[in-house]
Nanobody, 125 residues
Framework: QVQLVESGGGLVQAGGSLRVSCRASGQIFSSNTMAWFRQAPGKEREFVACAMWTGGITYYKDSVKGRFTISRDDAKNTVYMQMTSLKPEDTAVYYC??????????????????WGQGAQVTVSS
């Protein structure tokens, strides 16, 4: 049974930092791209960042470049996203995802087969 279990998140003031983590069970971690998406109330789920399953390649949504950093620890089957200089518009539920996404489709939700339960991140102004 494949599971993605998220932790972290919470409430922070604008300009602050948070880290979200996602631990994967099963055999999926080493052979899948790991990604973070987010969904704000009333909005569609959107891509935030991903770490490809090989080559150490990462991609980011333009609005988080330079503020968010995704990293993966294959020995721990865990992917992290460090978020700094947080803004109120970063407020959302953050979802971890795993799948065989590649450079042509990493930002589509349909590229990912497995999803976590979500972690709330709230940034107050």
């Amino acid at each position: 049974q494949v599971q993605l279990v998220e932790s972290g998140g919470g409430l922070v003031q604008a300009g602050g930092s948070l880290r979200v983590s996602c631990r994967a069970s099963g055999q999926i971690f080493s052979s899948n791209t790991m990604a973070w998406f987010r969904q704000a109330p009333g909005k569609e789920r959107e891509f935030v960042a991903c770490a490809m399953w090989t080559g150490g390649i990462t991609y980011y949504k333009d609005s988080v470049k330079g503020r968010f950093t995704i990293s993966r620890d294959d020995a721990k089957n865990t992917v992290y996203m460090q978020m700094t200089s947080l803004k109120p518009e970063d407020t959302a539920v953050y979802y971890c995802a795993a799948g065989r996404a590649d450079s042509s489709n990493f930002d589509y939700t349909r590229s990912y087969n497995y999803w976590g339960q979500g972690a709330q991140v709230t940034v107050s102004s």
